[in-house]
């Protein structure tokens, strides 16, 4: 029993020690970003030339940012690794809100260091202002948040995004920085909501309020969802929904939350063939019609307003990247071509790649396809099976079929593991693959 309580102690002592550095950091962390949002907005205002002008061009500045982001997230692994067989009592979910405030306000505070977030409300001003953004480039109009775009094409983001963009604009009006701020209240709150989802579904789960509170404060999640407001994070409420609807055998539903996703962004549209074939596995055939009528009767709408040519649908195919890598399997196959101590011309360099491209990305299609197939496969395939599998058929997408790859794409990855922690093998290689993502 002393020995216990010894345990007890200095188990308290260290995350009293965590809590004291992550909040340190986190507040150093806001700082730093909102130095770098001044010093960003003020040159802005004195640019005539309406270019885009870069920021932390300063290699000093990436590292040091970079520096603090990385040890949170060394001191949230720490913090999980001590709390892992911690027996924490039954709470609400309010107070689990409550307890972890001070980080979701620092994060909501800190300025994005990402430019998306200006794209997504330079979006919105394209629409209030009657001209479509799945048409037109953002080059083609000028508004307040133009010297900040990186990139000038049509929007790869869907209609209900827009709808967000739209919303977020309004506020422009008063001043840039409010409506960036509208849209990361509202990606707050879609955090908040994740969360609650989560805690909800795993109500009868010993370890639900662990797995909430991982959720809830990760600093990853927190800096790609909440801080750079990435329209992720509606990605994730997208997916957790949809694996609640499987699980309640709500198979309407799913396909219409599935439906929703791609008009958030494109990324949901792999998942639909797996529903459906999980559908004529299970042979619900009039489910699985009436979901085809309303896929049709949504691609309809869809056609009669925000994308009602083949270009506009095109675009939610992100064409502006093109043959750009970054951060992908692809990047590294052409960073290790170019090496200088293997000497291969530009042209051979090129060769290799063409021949490399291929095989890389038929990984994914064959992996995609075996997991297509995998229903018939095993006698007793559940809607958790399913839920796992839409998980791992993303998770082999960022990493085999996604040339132009950004970090923050593989936290949505999370809310399946938080669904699905006894998926082991799930679980440690989305976390694996999320971690190495977050410190790229």
Same mark, same amino acid.
């Given at each position: 029993?002393?020995?216990?309580?010894v345990?007890n102690?200095?188990?308290?002592? /260290?995350n009293?020690?965590?809590?004291?550095?992550?909040?340190?950091?986190?507040?150093?962390?806001?700082?730093e970003?909102?130095?770098?949002?001044?010093?960003?907005?003020?040159?802005?205002?004195?640019?005539?030339? =309406?270019?885009?002008?870069?920021d932390?061009?300063?290699?000093?500045?990436?590292?040091?940012?970079?520096?603090e982001?990385?040890?949170?997230?060394?001191?949230?692994?720490?913090?999980?690794?001590?709390?892992k067989?911690?027996?924490?009592?039954?709470?609400?979910?309010? /107070?689990?809100?409550?307890?972890?405030?001070?980080?979701?306000?620092?994060?909501?505070i800190s300025?994005?260091i990402t430019?998306?977030?200006?794209?997504?409300?330079?979006?919105?001003?394209?629409?209030?202002?009657?001209?479509?953004?799945?048409?037109?480039?953002?080059?083609?109009?000028?508004?307040?948040?133009?010297?900040?775009?990186?990139?000038?094409?049509?929007?790869?983001?869907?209609?209900?995004?827009?709808?967000f963009?739209?919303?977020s604009?309004?506020?422009v009006?008063i001043?840039?920085?409010?409506?960036?701020?509208?849209?990361?209240?509202i990606?707050?709150?879609?955090?908040?909501?994740n969360?609650?989802?989560?805690?909800?579904?795993?109500?009868i789960?010993?370890?639900?309020?662990?797995?909430?509170?991982?959720?809830?404060?990760?600093?990853?999640?927190?800096?790609?969802?909440?801080?750079?407001?990435?329209?992720d994070?509606?990605?994730?409420?997208?997916?957790?929904?949809?694996?609640i609807?499987? /699980?309640?055998?709500?198979?309407?539903?799913?396909?219409?939350?599935?439906?929703?996703?791609?008009?958030i962004?494109?990324?949901?549209?792999?998942?639909?063939?797996?529903?459906?074939?999980?559908l004529?596995?299970?042979?619900?055939?009039?489910i699985?019609?009436? =979901?085809?009528?309303?896929?049709?009767?949504?691609?309809?709408v869809?056609?009669?307003?925000?994308?009602?040519?083949?270009?506009?649908?095109?675009?939610?195919?992100?064409?502006?990247?093109?043959?750009?890598v970054?951060?992908?399997?692809?990047?590294?196959?052409?960073?290790?071509?170019?090496?200088k101590?293997l000497?291969?011309?530009l042209?051979?360099?090129?060769?290799?790649?063409?021949?490399?491209?291929?095989?890389?990305?038929?990984?994914?299609v064959?992996?995609?396809?075996?997991?297509?197939?995998?229903?018939?496969?095993?006698?007793?395939?559940?809607?958790?099976?399913l839920?796992?599998?839409?998980?791992w058929?993303?998770?082999?997408?960022?990493?085999?079929?996604?040339p132009?790859?950004?970090s923050?794409?593989?936290?949505?990855?999370?809310?399946?593991?938080?669904?699905?922690?006894?998926? /082991?093998?799930?679980?440690?290689t989305?976390?694996?693959f999320?971690?190495?993502?977050?410190?790229?």
């Amino acid at each position: 029993m002393i020995m216990l309580n010894v345990n007890n102690y200095s188990n308290q002592k /260290k995350n009293q020690i965590l809590l004291g550095l992550a909040i340190i950091l986190s507040l150093i962390l806001c700082v730093e970003l909102a130095i770098r949002a001044s010093h960003f907005h003020l040159e802005a205002l004195a640019n005539t030339t =309406g270019r885009y002008l870069p920021d932390f061009s300063k290699t000093i500045d990436k590292i040091r940012v970079g520096i603090e982001y990385r040890c949170l997230i060394i001191i949230y692994i720490l913090w999980l690794i001590i709390n892992k067989k911690r027996d924490i009592r039954d709470i609400s979910f309010i /107070k689990i809100l409550k307890n972890s405030s001070l980080f979701l306000l620092i994060a909501f505070i800190s300025y994005p260091i990402t430019t998306d977030i200006n794209l997504y409300v330079h979006y919105g001003l394209m629409d209030l202002n009657g001209i479509n953004p799945f048409i037109n480039a953002a080059s083609t109009f000028t508004s307040k948040l133009s010297p900040f775009l990186i990139w000038k094409q049509t929007s790869t983001y869907g209609p209900i995004s827009q709808l967000f963009f739209m919303f977020s604009a309004i506020f422009v009006a008063i001043t840039p920085i409010l409506g960036i701020y509208i849209f990361k209240l509202i990606c707050l709150l879609f955090h908040i909501l994740n969360s609650y989802l989560i805690w909800q579904q795993l109500k009868i789960s010993p370890h639900k309020i662990k797995i909430t509170i991982a959720y809830l404060i990760n600093p990853y999640l927190l800096y790609s969802q909440v801080t750079n407001a990435h329209i992720d994070v509606l990605i994730s409420t997208v997916l957790i929904i949809l694996i609640i609807c499987l /699980k309640n055998h709500n198979y309407i539903a799913t396909i219409i939350t599935a439906w929703i996703g791609f008009l958030i962004k494109t990324l949901p549209i792999i998942w639909l063939p797996l529903i459906f074939v999980y559908l004529i596995k299970q042979q619900h055939w009039r489910i699985l019609f009436s =979901g085809i009528r309303i896929s049709l009767g949504i691609i309809f709408v869809t056609c009669i307003t925000a994308l009602p040519t083949a270009d506009a649908w095109k675009s939610l195919l992100n064409p502006g990247v093109g043959e750009i890598v970054g951060d992908s399997l692809y990047a590294l196959v052409k960073s290790l071509l170019n090496l200088k101590i293997l000497n291969f011309s530009l042209s051979l360099q090129h060769t290799l790649y063409s021949i490399f491209k291929p095989i890389i990305f038929s990984i994914f299609v064959v992996s995609y396809l075996i997991i297509l197939v995998k229903p018939y496969w095993k006698k007793n395939y559940s809607e958790t099976n399913l839920s796992i599998h839409l998980g791992w058929v993303t998770l082999i997408l960022f990493m085999f079929a996604a040339p132009w790859y950004c970090s923050w794409y593989s936290s949505v990855l999370l809310a399946v593991v938080a669904l699905n922690i006894y998926s /082991k093998r799930f679980a440690i290689t989305s976390i694996a693959f999320c971690i190495i993502s977050s410190i790229a």
